[in-house]
């Protein structure tokens, strides 16, 4: 810095000369130290610049790595590991989609049942023991913690293995419900049949065809097609989901439900059904192999009568549509319409009280089944409490299986003996 200065000096020394006697050393000094620390500033301000950047940088790219990584998973393809040959877990249904809201649901299940089969004690990997095969591949399975009927080929069928089968055995009035399987990222329809196209001779109003397609989001039926409410897609594409399936058929109308969503109403169908077959359609895309084809929980009823009318006969209303969750009092969503019409019911009546009284079959001990009819019956109650209904105009009371209505001997009898009677008060 000393030579610096002295090198400076001796460069003015001609112009000091000119100005008179002044500090030229100090004033050298100070202008010095001013720029040097203006250049130290500059060089601080640049790095603390450059980091900054770094850091912007690698808070961009750690974004970028992000979405990069969701793109990636979204482009994976899905597990197509048929569900019967996995060695440990089951994938469990996506919960996203349209929110489910059973507050307007108006399915109201028959009243005498035809053919129930819920899958109880059925063995892994043999055919299902009530039901008769039309063709293709079919075995039973166990996936998402239940025993489910697994269509294995593509446009397999089945029918309900029933004495009569070679007859009309569907009555004019009729519903149906199972629960259905969706999977992820595939093309995934079911098939129902009004009559038995393996036993039944075809006939020449519109049975011989499949009447209703199931896809994960629509119905159709003819030339007539509903999709759920909220989506804009047929069949499901991001998620694997169960859907309730119902139907309501009498010679005035049929509807269809998905879940909480009446999608198909058509009147005057001009058709006399005389039994049902169930399938799958084809797995969709060329050359991509189809998995995860299920149904269970099904059930074919003869058409109920309307709950009031039904209260004015016998003086009670007895449904077997109100179902919890296997040896718990934990309602099903799938109830609702019988809960929701006995909650206008009592709103249009403002006299109207009940006993909400449980049933069960006969399977476990007296004392689990008189203990878990009580507490569903009470749920049942809690549930309309929830809902508006005064409490004093309500009471329940469970009678486990001593009060039965139907043979345990068969799935159709213990169906008719799990019931919830409403006994007008």
């Given at each position: ?257 998905l879940d909480d969503a009446r999608v198909l109403n058509i009147p005057n169908m001009e058709v006399n059904p005389s039994g049902i077959t169930i399938g799958i359609d084809g797995f969709g895309t060329a050359g991509v192999k189809g998995i995860n084809r299920f149904i269970k929980d099904i059930r074919l009823a003869k058409g109920a009568v309307k709950l009031y009318d039904k209260l004015m006969q016998d003086g009670k209303i007895v449904s077997n549509g109100i179902r919890f969750d296997v040896g718990k009092s934990t309602i099903k969503p799938e109830s609702m319409g019988v809960i929701n019409q006995i909650h206008k019911l009592m709103n249009e009546h403002s006299d109207l009280k009940f006993s909400v009284e449980g049933h069960t079959d006969s399977d476990g001990s007296d004392d689990l089944n008189q203990q878990l009819s009580e507490q569903r ?49």
């Amino acid at each position: 810095m000393k030579r610096l200065i002295t090198l400076i000096l001796l460069c003015f020394t001609v112009v000091v000369s000119q100005y008179g006697q002044i500090d030229l050393e100090g004033k050298l000094k100070r202008k010095i130290n001013q720029r040097a620390n203006q250049r130290v500033d500059q060089a601080i301000d640049k790095g603390l610049d450059k980091t900054e950047e770094g850091i912007k940088d690698a808070v961009t790219q750690e974004d970028a790595d992000k979405e990069n990584t969701k793109e990636e998973d979204s482009k994976k393809e899905p597990d197509k590991t048929p569900v019967a040959e996995k060695e440990t877990g089951q994938p469990a249904a996506d919960t996203k989609g349209p929110e489910l809201s059973w507050s307007r649901y108006d399915f109201i299940p028959g009243n005498e049942i035809i053919f129930e089969d819920n899958l109880d004690g059925e063995e892994n990997g043999e055919f299902p023991s009530r039901w008769d095969l039309v063709k293709g591949r079919v075995e039973n399975a166990t996936f998402d913690n239940s025993n489910v009927i697994y269509f294995m080929t593509e446009s397999s069928q089945i029918i309900p293995y029933l004495k009569n089968r070679d007859q009309d055995y569907i009555p004019e009035e009729f519903t149906l419900e199972f629960d259905a399987w969706f999977e992820a990222h595939e093309y995934t329809g079911y098939h129902i049949w009004l009559r038995d196209v393996k036993n039944q001779e075809h006939y020449s109003d519109g049975l011989y065809y499949a009447i209703i397609n199931i896809n994960g989001n629509q119905a159709t039926s003819g030339k007539n097609k509903g999709m759920y409410p909220g989506v804009t897609y047929g069949h499901n594409n991001e998620k694997s989901f169960w859907r309730h399936v119902s139907v309501s058929f009498n010679r005035r109308a049929l509807k269809i439900y998905l879940d909480d969503a009446r999608v198909l109403n058509i009147p005057n169908m001009e058709v006399n059904p005389s039994g049902i077959t169930i399938g799958i359609d084809g797995f969709g895309t060329a050359g991509v192999k189809g998995i995860n084809r299920f149904i269970k929980d099904i059930r074919l009823a003869k058409g109920a009568v309307k709950l009031y009318d039904k209260l004015m006969q016998d003086g009670k209303i007895v449904s077997n549509g109100i179902r919890f969750d296997v040896g718990k009092s934990t309602i099903k969503p799938e109830s609702m319409g019988v809960i929701n019409q006995i909650h206008k019911l009592m709103n249009e009546h403002s006299d109207l009280k009940f006993s909400v009284e449980g049933h069960t079959d006969s399977d476990g001990s007296d004392d689990l089944n008189q203990q878990l009819s009580e507490q569903r019956a009470e749920a049942v109650m809690n549930k309309l409490v929830s809902m508006g209904i005064a409490k004093d105009r309500l009471t329940s009371k469970g009678f486990g299986e001593s009060v039965p209505v139907a043979s345990n001997d068969t799935p159709e009898g213990k169906a008719s003996n799990r019931r919830v009677e409403f006994i007008k008060m």
